[in-house]
């Protein structure tokens, strides 16, 4: 890690230049903090699971078609991606009511919307990423109409395949935030899915009881924050056999 030359880090990730021109390192820290920053903490093994998390996640994704940034997991923390331009948007996508959207329209939360609704936010944390429109998107210029249609069909498209993935194996896919990039190939550009899919940025609860299984327990006080994040990963059949012992071994498997 040290001779690599580092090109940003954010809140649960730090980005390296790739071995390649056009990639990039994506490193899985343990740390965790709330969207405005007022609680901080790190969740011992997060990084290693959401690394693992990801990359199962995105690789299925791929086998239907989605065009995604991973490459492939190079080590317990670290995943090769293709580097690309971010678009400066959360779109957030919900199946079911909770967190700013329960709070905002006073929906209760675990209310089955009566149909998947999606959401912008402009990335900018001095704004706190604030919930914009279409309108907003395209008269400022941070995604053309193209694009925008490209980003929700897609948003779509991986909405219904990990609803259907995550019941598989007992999990309600509550709402989760993606992020795209641009990828240019000669003078050709198209978008593909980027950032990650964890239980950092999905809400996920067991399809029976209800219980949080994501970063809400840690957000909300919850406690066993490392556990819900290894169950998710133990019903995907990826934690590894020794359990978290496991995630605080070598991070360097080359
Ligand atoms: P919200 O209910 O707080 O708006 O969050 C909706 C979903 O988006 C939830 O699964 C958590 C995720 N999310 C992020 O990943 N990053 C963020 O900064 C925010 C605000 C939400």
């Known amino acids: 890690m040290a001779r690599r030359r580092q090109l940003y880090e954010g809140k649960a990730k ?52 989605i065009p995604t940034h991973f490459v492939r997991r190079l080590n317990m923390r670290e995943q090769l991606i293709r580097e690309v331009e971010i678009v400066p948007l959360s779109m957030v996508v919900r199946n079911v009511a909770a967190g700013s959207l329960s709070t905002r329209l006073g929906i209760a939360e675990g209310t089955r919307l009566p149909r998947s609704i999606i959401e912008y936010y402009f990335k900018n944390e001095a704004l706190n990423d604030p919930l914009v429109s279409e309108e907003h998107i395209t008269a400022f210029g941070w995604a053309g109409t193209a694009d925008l249609d490209d980003m929700v069909a897609l948003a779509l498209r991986i909405n219904d395949f990990l609803m259907g993935l995550l019941l598989g194996v007992g999990i309600t896919l509550v709402d989760f935030k993606l992020e795209f990039g641009r990828l240019w190939e000669n003078d050709e550009m198209r978008i593909i899915l980027a950032d990650e899919i964890s239980p950092d940025n999905c809400r996920l609860w067991d399809s029976k009881t209800n219980e949080k299984m994501d970063k809400d327990r840690f957000r909300r006080d919850l406690g066993k924050v490392e556990e819900g994040y290894q169950e998710v990963a133990r019903r995907l059949g990826i934690l590894p056999e020794a359990g978290t012992r496991d995630l605080k071994g070598p991070e360097t498997m080359q």
Not at 16 to 43: C, H, M, R, W
């Open 14 to 65: 730090i980005l390296f230049e790739g071995p390649e021109p056009g990639t990039l390192v994506q490193y899985f820290k343990d740390d965790a903090s709330t969207a405005n920053g007022t609680k901080k903490g790190t969740i011992t093994g997060k990084g290693v699971l959401n690394n693992r998390i990801s990359e199962y996640l995105m690789s299925r994704l791929a086998e239907i078609g």
